[in-house]
């Protein structure tokens, strides 16, 4: 059987004269996967990530909230602990997502709509989700009275 190349087959293979012969664990490389879209691994990846709306309060959330924060703002000085969720927006793409934070109040700011924490941070009173700690006492039990 005779093919297109016999009669180059017999031939020595050619060595440079000028070059080194490249290693073999170098030779590797020419074969790494070529990604022709840079990035776009990354958006796909960015698209998959889920995010989530903000969803409404209830009408008696928002007053068991408001409630809570008068307490909050009553006692301020003693710089109490507090279990707070709230909704944190996404930098990169619609929604966000609920964030939960245990942290020492410092001050409720009626005036900026922030709650203060120790350490100057602050969460938007308007992201806030519920209020959690030992400073609210039975407040949700006598809520749901109500």
């Known amino acids: 059987m005779s093919g297109a190349y016999d009669d180059i087959l ?12 490249m290693p073999e664990r170098n030779r590797a490389a020419q074969f790494a996967p ?23 309060l209830g009408e008696m959330e928002i007053m068991l909230l408001e409630a809570k924060l008068r307490i909050l703002q009553e006692r301020a000085g003693e710089r109490p602990l507090v279990r707070v969720t709230y909704f944190e927006p996404d930098a990169r793409k619609s929604g966000g997502a609920y964030v939960a934070r245990e ?9 900026m709509r922030v709650l203060v924490f120790t350490d100057r941070s602050t969460i938007s009173l308007d992201a806030l989700a519920s209020l959690e700690g030992d400073v609210f006492g039975d407040i949700d039990d006598r809520m749901d009275a109500v």
């Open 10 to 21: 017999p031939r020595a293979h050619p060595v440079s004269l000028r070059h080194m012969p």
């Open 34 to 56: 070529f990604a022709a879209l840079s990035g776009y691994d990354g958006k796909i990846r960015e698209a998959a990530r889920l995010t989530t709306e903000q969803s409404e």
């Open 103 to 111: 942290d020492r109040v410092k001050q409720v700011d009626e005036a």
